[in-house]
C-alpha cells in the first residue's frame, strides 16, 4: 500500500532537503467537497481538470488510499509540481522524491505544489503547498560559473582622427 505521498517523503530524514512551511490546503478542499454536495457547486464546476493534469497523473501521480469525493468511483492521485529558478514556468512535474532530491540539489528554494486528482471524474483540488530549501552539506559548492561575457566587440565605431598636417 503506497501511502508515503510525496511531502511526508519530503519531510522524512536524510532526503537530502527540509521543508521550510507547509501549508494544508484540506479545509479549502473540504469546503468545495461539502458545497457539491449541498448543489451549490456542479461536477462541471469541480471537475475541471486540464489534460496535461490528467496525463501527469496517470504518468507521474502517486495513487493514495482515498476515494475521490465527488464520484467516489476511484481512488485520488496526487501529482506534484515543483516550480523554482531553472524551471518552467508552469512547473516541473515531479513522481517520486528522488526527482525531489534532484531538483533540490541545484541548491535553489523550490516550492513544491500537490494536486489530488481524481482520474475517473476530472476533480482536481490544490492539496498541499510546501517549499523546499537545499540541506547545506558539508562542503560548500561554489558554482560561478557563469561569468559575464566580457567579449567586449571590436566592432565599434572607432573615430580616426585624421589629423594629417601639412
Ligand atoms: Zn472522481
Avoid at 464520484?71 to 516541473?92: D, N, W
Wanted: proline share 8%; aromatic share 4%; net charge positive.
Amino acid at each position: 500500500m503506497v501511502m508515503s505521498s510525496l511531502p511526508k517523503a519530503a519531510m522524512s530524514r536524510g532526503s537530502g532537503f527540509k521543508v521550510l512551511s507547509n501549508v494544508d490546503y484540506r479545509l479549502a478542499r473540504n469546503l468545495v467537497v461539502s458545497e457539491y454536495r449541498k448543489g451549490h457547486l456542479s461536477r462541471l464546476d469541480v471537475c475541471d481538470a486540464q489534460p496535461e493534469l490528467l496525463r501527469a497523473a496517470s504518468d507521474a501521480g502517486e495513487p493514495v488510499d482515498e476515494e475521490c469525493p465527488i464520484c467516489e468511483e476511484s481512488t485520488i492521485k496526487l501529482v506534484s509540481y515543483v516550480f523554482g529558478p531553472r524551471l518552467p514556468a508552469s512547473g516541473r512535474c515531479v513522481a517520486n522524491k528522488k526527482e525531489l532530491a534532484k531538483l533540490s540539489s541545484l541548491g535553489k528554494d523550490l516550492a513544491c505544489y500537490v494536486i489530488e486528482v481524481c482520474p475517473a471524474c476530472n476533480w482536481n483540488h490544490l492539496a498541499q503547498v510546501f517549499s523546499l530549501t537545499p540541506r547545506p552539506s558539508g562542503r560548500p559548492r561554489s558554482k560561478a560559473s557563469v561569468g559575464q561575457e566580457a567579449a567586449a566587440g571590436e566592432a565599434g565605431p572607432t573615430e580616426t582622427p585624421g589629423g594629417d598636417r601639412p
